[in-house]
């Protein structure tokens, strides 16, 4: 029996979130990394192991971590190089954490970096957020540095979504490099990776990048 065995049903719910961002284009090559949290006391992740393909990702292609994105089982495969991001999402309270790699999400961040976010207004998908009921909305997404040094990074993120909690998030942008969004499970992260893409494509389309 594999260590995994029990978890095969949010895995299989990993698989195909992963095949159906590689179709989108939101994940591919072997970039981003999912997680779903199978136990809350203590804090037990699974996660996507390093350098799989996403859109191919076999029911053994994950690892588990705890809360500080240490491994808990002898001889697994290496974590995602971003664990610490997932560990601090799962330690916020959410239940799920997904990362993309979209074109738009790429150019975007980079656009926008020196205002330090992007603020998205009046759109009718915004509804898909948790928590938004209208169109007459705003949704901001902040955008950090990308840097080699995740723990630092993950300072940053743990930082500003405690200063700013009158400034709803769910979301954040890495300059050059992705997106991270979550949810209370994989169904409301993934909505809101749907939803958040569609949002920055339209931005992109409507916006002088050069």
Same mark, same amino acid.
């Given at each position: 029996?594999?260590?995994?065995? $029990?978890?095969?049903? #949010?895995?299989?719910?990993?698989?195909?979130?992963?095949? *159906?961002? &590689?179709?989108? +284009? &939101?994940?591919?090559? !072997?970039?981003?990394?999912?997680?779903?949290?199978?136990?809350?006391? =203590?804090?037990?992740?699974?996660?996507?192991?390093?350098?799989?393909?996403?859109?191919?990702? +076999? $029911?053994?292609?994950?690892?588990?971590?705890?809360? *500080?994105?240490?491994?808990?089982?002898?001889?697994? #495969?290496?974590?995602?190089?971003?664990?610490?991001?997932?560990?601090?999402?799962?330690?916020?309270?959410? +239940?799920? %954490? /997904?990362?993309?790699?979209? %074109? &738009?999400?790429?150019?975007?961040?980079?656009?926008?970096? $020196? %205002?330090?976010?992007?603020?998205? !207004?009046?759109?009718?998908? @915004?509804?898909? /957020?948790?928590?938004?009921?209208?169109?007459?909305?705003?949704?901001?997404? =902040?955008?950090?540095?990308?840097?080699?040094?995740? $723990?630092?990074?993950?300072?940053?993120?743990?930082?500003?979504?405690?200063?700013?909690?009158?400034?709803?998030? &769910? +979301?954040?942008?890495?300059?050059?490099?992705?997106?991270?969004?979550?949810?209370?499970? @994989?169904?409301?992260?993934?909505?809101?990776?749907?939803?958040?893409?569609?949002? /920055?494509?339209? @931005?992109?389309? !409507? !916006?002088? /990048?050069?």
């Amino acid at each position: 029996m594999h260590f995994l065995d $029990p978890f095969s049903e #949010p895995i299989e719910g990993l698989r195909r979130v992963g095949h *159906q961002f &590689w179709t989108r +284009g &939101w994940s591919v090559g !072997t970039s981003s990394n999912y997680s779903v949290v199978v136990e809350r006391d =203590p804090i037990r992740l699974v996660i996507t192991a390093s350098g799989k393909d996403k859109g191919h990702l +076999g $029911p053994h292609d994950f690892v588990m971590v705890d809360e *500080q994105g240490n491994s808990v089982v002898e001889g697994q #495969p290496k974590s995602s190089a971003e664990t610490m991001l997932h560990c601090l999402a799962a330690r916020r309270g959410a +239940g799920a %954490v /997904l990362h993309t790699h979209s %074109v &738009w999400g790429t150019l975007l961040s980079q656009h926008f970096a $020196p %205002v330090g976010g992007i603020r998205i !207004t009046g759109f009718e998908m @915004l509804k898909g /957020l948790d928590g938004i009921a209208t169109h007459e909305s705003s949704c901001w997404i =902040p955008i950090f540095d990308n840097t080699q040094d995740i $723990p630092k990074l993950a300072e940053q993120v743990d930082a500003y979504l405690e200063s700013e909690k009158s400034e709803r998030c &769910w +979301g954040y942008l890495i300059r050059r490099h992705g997106m991270y969004t979550w949810g209370r499970d @994989l169904a409301e992260a993934t909505r809101h990776v749907e939803v958040l893409e569609f949002l /920055l494509e339209c @931005l992109g389309r !409507t !916006t002088r /990048l050069v």
